[in-house]
Each structure stands twice: as C-alpha cells, then as structure tokens.
C-alpha cells in the first residue's frame, strides 16, 4: 500500500467470520509459503540478490582483488550510477566487466509503465522475468522528502477485507534483487525531478513479513553506508502482525517496524484483518511491548485505517488509548481508499480530526495520513489487481455500516 505524506501532531502541539477453510488456506499460505523468485536465468548470477560479504566472496573466486568487489557495489548503489548494464561499470578491470557481461545479471525488472497521477505522484509497473507485474509508487513531497514505496510479493496471502492487494491472493515471493531493485531504479528513474529519494517504505504489494527472509536482506542492502545508503530510520517495514516474524526482525533488523493495526476489538480484527485469528491483540501487543523492552531507542508505528462506522467511534478511540498507552509508539491514521469490490465506506475528515484529537488528549503522538496518487490507483490499499480471495462474513452489528 502506498504511503506518506504524514501531518504529524503530538500532546504538546495540541495542549465475521469466514469458513474454516478459508482460515485454513491462510494460515497454510503463511507456514509454507511458495519458493522465492529465483532472478537467474540459466547459471547467469544475478548481482543485486547479494549483500555485499557475498559479492565479495563471488568477485575473489572469479579471480578477482576485494577492491574490484568494492567498486562494483558503488556502480550498483551508489556514486549516482544505479548500474543496469556493464558499459555504465565504469572504473571496473575490463576483464571482471567482461566476466559479467558473460556471466551475470544486473538487472532484475523491466518498467512496464509510469503512470503519473494529479498531485504527482508516480506509480511504476514492473515485469518480471516470469511475467508477472508488480507496483512501486514514488511520492514526492514539497518538504524535500521523496518516498518510494516498494512491494514485496506478488499478490498477498493476508486477506485484510479493505485492501485491494490483500484480496488477490498470493502468487509468489519477491527475491531480495526484485525489492532492493524498486528503490534503484525509483533513484534512477527520479533523482533528477524530485531530489534525493530520501524514504523507503515496505507498504506496496504483499506483506513483507511473509517474505521475512528477502525482505530483511533487502533492506540490509538499502541502508548499506557504501551502497543504497538509506538511514535505517527512514526504512520502514509494515506487517499485518505476523508474531514470529515480528520477533526476528526486531532482533536482526536495524530499520524500523509498522504494525497495520486497523482494530481496537478482536471482534473486528478478526473479521477485517484474518490473521488475528492466529495471532490476537494481546499476543500481538504483548509481544511488542517485550521486544521494544530490549531496543530502548526504538518505537512502532501504528497504522490504522479509518473505515467508517465499523472502527471509528469513541469508544474505539478510548480502547485504542488503553492498549498502546505502555508501548513506545506513534500512531499513523489513515484514510480508506475505495477500490472495486470494496464493501467500505471512509470516515469522513472531521470525524478523522476528532478521532485524532482524542488520541492526542491522551498524550499519544499522532499522524494523518493524506491520500497520494488516489485518481490513479496509487494510494494506501489499492495497488494490484481484481482478488480471488473470499469476501468474510459481516457481524450483524456492522451490517448498517456497510
């Protein structure tokens, strides 16, 4: 889902149930999950599905110095080159840039398309070497801040009921060259428009933590200090609440953590976000608030789609004070963005503000988030394509609201 911009306030500013088997197809789809896209055609290498301890070890066993490894990842990542081809390997022993050109791959997608929508922010189309296509989103903004918002499968396997992405069901596993490559080619594609691309998000297509293994490699790559060289603060990787997972990448990861939260009530969560049938609030929560425990300087950000009528009242307000008040947290509310199929409605701006305000009272640092690129399909939950996953049950209270 597309993210960002962010009005952020603080205290200070201020003064249903689906059928057993569907559960059961998606909790499968999170223990065996399909294989990652493999990138390498043939016995081709591709260069960007490695850290850099990798590409060092595959540069010296061609017959190469460490320093060639060294010069190689600054063409991929970094010295405004962003390589896609061996001519643009500038500076490279020309018997290591033709050992490449033979035996390696540097580029893992192919742009499909750019579509510019009116506040202008821009959704690229990727194909992959399978075929399939998958959407980034770059947002500029006039404070000097541009976003790319990177996906991480094709499809997703969650089913959150107001997510476009989330209905289409999982069709595979990104690899660690196919995400680390949106941002490269975001950089190369925009740096001379918009400025530096000073922002990654893992809130595009799929849900990153399913793809833990790619997804936490890439994002090594991303804040490499000789490549990407992305400050792991301005990395953030979004989660429906998978818990082991969760648990993993606090623990190897130094970027940062969003949790789509999107419910005050397991009732709720339940029905709009089937993962808490495996793992409810107070697991999810508890686990965040022990894990926080052992990074000090670290918080979560809350996501929390507002849809109206079912998430938006007082009451949940109040509840939501009530369950994050002891975790270092700031809370990003988000407005809903229809999309064909959707059986919600958004809350409307003002019931947003007074949802805000009341957070805020209670001492909570607090974010709106606006929608970007909505006119083109660009917005938070509504990249991809038609789902194929079942729309769950409505509890009857709700039905009104819908």
């Not at 201020?14 to 559960?23: E, Y």
């Not at 700031?330 to 809350?347: D, R, V, Y």
């Not at 607090?366 to 690129?373: F, K, N, Q, T």
């Amino acid at each position: 889902m597309a993210a960002l911009p962010l009005l952020r306030w603080g205290a200070s500013s201020l003064l249903a149930h689906s059928s057993p088997l569907a559960s059961r197809r998606l909790f499968s789809a999170i223990r065996r999950p399909p294989a990652a896209a493999h990138c390498e055609p043939g016995s081709r290498v591709m260069l960007k599905g490695m850290d850099y301890p990798e590409l060092e070890k595959w540069v010296q066993s061609q017959g190469f110095r460490p320093g060639q490894a060294m010069m190689l990842w600054k063409c991929l990542y970094g010295n405004n080159v962003w390589a896609h081809c061996p001519d643009e390997l500038a500076g490279l022993n020309k018997d290591l840039r033709k050992m490449i050109s033979e035996d390696a791959d540097l580029k893992a997608l192919t742009v499909k398309d750019i579509i510019t929508a009116s506040d202008g922010t821009r959704k690229i189309l990727f194909s992959l070497e399978d075929a399939s296509v998958i959407e980034t989103v770059v947002i500029p903004s006039a404070r000097g801040r541009t976003t790319v918002c990177v996906s991480s499968q094709v499809g997703c396997a969650m089913n959150c009921q107001f997510c476009f992405t989330g209905r289409m069901g999982l069709r595979k596993h990104l690899s660690t060259a196919e995400i680390v490559e949106q941002a490269v080619f975001a950089r190369r594609l925009f740096s001379d428009e918009f400025g530096s691309i000073t922002n990654v998000v893992f809130m595009g297509m799929g849900e990153p933590l399913h793809n833990v293994d790619n997804v936490i490699k890439a994002s090594s790559i991303m804040v490499d200090e000789q490549g990407l060289q992305f400050s792991p603060r301005k990395v953030t990787v979004s989660t429906s609440g998978l818990v082991p997972q969760i648990k993993r990448f606090l623990h190897e990861s130094n970027c940062d953590l969003a949790v789509s939260l999107n419910a005050t009530t397991d009732e709720v969560r339940n029905w709009i976000m089937p993962i808490n049938r495996k793992y409810n609030l107070d697991l999810l929560l508890g686990t965040l608030r022990e894990e926080l425990r052992l990074r000090p300087k670290s918080i979560v950000l809350f996501e929390y789609v507002m849809l109206a009528g079912v998430n938006d009242s007082v009451d949940d307000a109040k509840r939501l004070t009530e369950l994050v008040h002891d975790i270092p947290c700031k809370i990003n509310l988000i407005s809903f963005n229809p999309h064909s199929g959707s059986q919600f409605k958004p809350t409307p701006d003002e019931k947003i503000i007074e949802f805000r305000n009341m957070l805020i009272q209670s001492g909570l640092t607090v974010m709106v988030r606006l929608s970007r690129g909505d006119d083109q399909m660009a917005a938070c939950g509504q990249l991809g394509e038609p789902g194929q996953l079942p729309l769950l049950r409505v509890p009857e209270k709700f039905l009104a609201a819908l």
